[in-house]
């Protein structure tokens, strides 16, 4: 079972898995493969579509670009650390998006040698909890951690700890998803928020928050507003649109979607013929869409047809409009 990458275990795993793109194969080869060779051929095309490399968008490149500005920056100020904040609706692709930044800044670490050891901890990675306190706030980075929380600590006592472990660890940075639920309308969470403000003056490295339209939550509102808006950059992932000149992006999208999914039988770039409805049925969301087309491309690799029938998808939606209408 994976284990989340909310733990140290997991997230290790996370960054150290390495997935091996399926050597293309055609229709007459996979045929005469034998059932067993045959069934693990269709498994690892699976695995490699919904685990393999993400798609590099625009909106992706720009965020990655900002958090490292921001990581080179901070090594040289002794405090008011700059951190970002990535912010859209839901399923926009916010936890893909950090979770991958922070694992290619981490693989690039151990490439030069710099995260190596067993004390070694370069990423962080938490989810801020529903109905989080302060002391559940601190708790997330003990876990991580691998600490110990003793039902004696204060939650001085309890940050203090946390601190001392990330900077005898080497962490540079350090993710903090769900940021969304320190809802600043409850005194405990205007609490929690304030206690992961001074962790973050405590801790070496930089803070990178993610959340659902993190402004509604109340974040950045008033005086502790100004003070998280002074250093933190907010970022937005938008939908993508399907008008004007945001159409040949969301093309490029499509595109390089349908070449991940890796279906023998596939024509390469017929998804365009479907680029209007594919954007009506998702709303431009990414998450939306790369769920739909893997339930699709693993469907037709189960089946054998190995091509998305967006034909029978979208024939059989007017075909139910237009019995609706009558």
Same mark, same amino acid.
């Given at each position: 079972?994976?284990?989340?990458i909310?733990?140290?275990?997991g997230?290790?795993a996370?960054?150290?898995?390495?997935l091996?793109?399926p050597?293309?194969i055609?229709?007459?080869?996979?045929? #005469?493969?034998?059932p067993a060779d045959? #069934?693990?051929?269709?498994?690892a095309?699976?695995?490699?579509?919904?685990?393999?490399?993400?798609?590099?968008?625009?909106?992706f490149?720009?965020? @990655?670009t @900002?958090?490292? =500005?921001?990581?080179?920056l901070?090594q040289?100020?002794s405090h008011?650390?700059?951190?970002?904040?990535?912010?859209g @609706?839901?399923?926009?692709?916010?936890?893909?998006t950090?979770?991958?930044i922070?694992?290619?800044f981490?693989?690039r =670490?151990?490439?030069v040698?710099?995260?190596g050891g067993?004390?070694s901890?370069p990423?962080?990675?938490? &989810?801020?909890?529903?109905? &989080?306190?302060?002391?559940?706030?601190?708790g997330?980075? #003990?876990?991580f951690?691998?600490?110990?929380i003793?039902t004696?600590?204060n939650?001085?006592?309890?940050?203090n700890?946390?601190a001392?472990?990330?900077?005898?660890c080497?962490t540079?940075?350090i993710v903090?998803?769900?940021?969304?639920?320190?809802n600043?309308?409850?005194k405990?969470?205007r609490?929690?928020?304030?206690t992961?403000?001074?962790?973050?003056?405590? &801790?070496p490295?930089?803070?990178?928050?993610a959340?659902v339209?993190?402004?509604?939550?109340?974040?950045?509102?008033g005086? =502790?507003?100004?003070q998280?808006?002074?250093?933190?950059q907010?970022?937005h992932?938008?939908k993508f649109e399907?008008a004007g000149r945001?159409? #040949?992006s969301?093309?490029?999208?499509?595109v390089a979607?349908?070449?991940?999914l890796?279906l023998i039988?596939?024509?390469p770039?017929?998804?365009? =013929?479907h680029?209007?409805e594919?954007?009506?049925?998702?709303?431009g969301v990414?998450?939306?869409?790369?769920?739909?087309?893997?339930?699709?491309?693993?469907?037709?690799?189960?089946?054998?047809?190995?091509?998305?029938?967006l034909d029978?998808?979208?024939g059989?939606v007017?075909?139910?409009?237009?019995k609706?209408?009558?």
């Open positions: 079972m994976t284990q989340a909310s733990t140290r275990e997230w290790s996370f960054v150290s898995e390495t091996d793109k050597v293309p055609t229709r007459s080869e996979l045929d #005469a493969l034998s045959r #069934a693990m051929n269709r498994e095309r699976k695995q490699f579509m919904i685990r393999g490399p993400v798609v590099n968008t625009a909106q490149a720009v965020i @990655e @900002e958090i490292r =500005r921001r990581l080179m901070n040289y100020k008011g650390k700059l951190g970002v904040i990535v912010s @609706e839901p399923n926009i692709g916010k936890t893909t950090v979770a991958h922070a694992r290619r981490e693989r =670490r151990r490439d040698g710099r995260a067993a004390n901890i990423v962080v990675y938490v &989810c801020v909890p529903p109905s &989080c306190t302060p002391k559940l706030m601190l997330e980075f #003990a876990h951690l691998g600490l110990p003793r004696h600590y939650t001085g006592e309890l940050m700890t946390v001392s472990v990330v900077a005898a080497g540079e940075l903090v998803d769900e940021i969304h639920n320190l600043q309308k409850y405990q969470m609490e929690a928020s304030d992961l403000k001074q962790l973050s003056e405590k &801790c490295g930089t803070f990178v928050y959340g339209e993190v402004e509604a939550s109340g974040l950045v509102d005086s =502790r507003g100004r998280v808006t002074s250093r933190f907010i970022m992932l938008h399907n945001a159409r #040949a969301w093309a490029d999208l499509l979607i349908e070449g991940s890796g039988d596939q024509e770039g017929a998804i365009l =013929r680029a209007t594919l954007h009506n049925a998702t709303g990414i998450g939306d869409l790369t769920g739909m087309l893997h339930m699709l491309a693993m469907d037709a690799i189960d089946d054998g047809t190995e091509r998305l029938d029978g998808v979208f059989a007017t075909a139910s409009a237009a609706a209408s009558r």
